[in-house]
């Protein structure tokens, strides 16, 4: 079973649409991340969110972390072929020193020109 | 920028072969990690290392081993390959708070 639920799984949308992916859990996190991974390579980090309700943007994306520091949304605003990947969450452990990551399935989002 | 360099982009084994996964980082980080990728599991952790010679199981560490005999390097090795282990193998390294750098992995097929 995933400790990370991500939704929806597979997200095909026109160029100049909005979407926005899910990651849920039942545990708390100390903080949540949110990665982008393309064909053929590893995930790259766009965002930690730390505190309960942060709301951080990076140009059209915006990352908001659940208030019980549970869940998370990524929303990409008039998104772009560029922002095609696969976009995956993980959340740290609730103790300080616990710095593994547990990482949802990811959601694979196609945005068409 | 970190770089962290896997050693093979594509790799082809038989059943019963040992397979080593070499994985070099260049920024003097102690955490270093395994994870396996599978279509719909996300990335399931296999083994980490927080120090030289030091190493913790991850999630699902039946059929693997590592090896972290300096601080940049840190190796998987498949004792003896099984098709189920046909994935794509992702290392990464640790710096900063939790932030992960990964390779840009390795796509093992086992026949």
């Known amino acids: 079973t995933q400790l990370l639920e991500q939704s929806p799984q597979f997200l095909s949308i026109q160029e100049g649409e909005n979407l926005t992916v899910y990651c849920n859990s039942s545990s708390v996190f100390s903080s949540l991340q949110w990665y982008r991974q393309e064909p053929g390579e590893g995930p790259v980090l766009l965002v930690t969110v730390v505190t309960g309700g942060e709301v951080k943007k990076l140009k059209r994306l915006t990352f908001q972390f659940g208030d019980a520091r549970k869940d998370s949304s990524l929303h990409i605003t008039a998104a772009q072929p560029g922002d095609t990947g696969l976009y995956l969450c993980?959340?740290?452990?609730?103790?300080?020193?616990?710095?593994?990551?547990?990482f949802g399935a990811g959601t694979t989002v196609t945005v068409r020109a | 920028d970190v770089k962290v360099t896997q050693s093979s982009r594509y790799l082809v084994k038989r059943t019963g072969e040992k397979v080593f996964l070499e994985c070099v980082q260049d920024?003097?980080?102690?955490?270093m990690f395994w994870y396996r990728q599978d279509p719909g599991l996300g990335l399931r952790l296999i083994y980490f290392?927080?120090?030289?010679?030091?190493?913790e199981k991850g999630d699902i560490p039946e059929g693997y081993s590592v090896s972290r005999e300096k601080k940049e390097r840190f190796s998987l090795i498949l004792e003896s390959a099984s098709t189920n282990q046909t994935s794509m193998y992702l290392c990464a390294s640790q710096g900063g708070v939790e932030k992960l750098f990964f390779g840009s992995g390795t796509q093992l097929s086992v026949l």
């Open positions: 920024m003097d980080h102690e955490n």
């Open positions: 290392s927080y120090d030289v010679k030091m190493k």
């Open positions: 993980a959340g740290a452990g609730r103790r300080s020193n616990d710095y593994k990551l547990s």
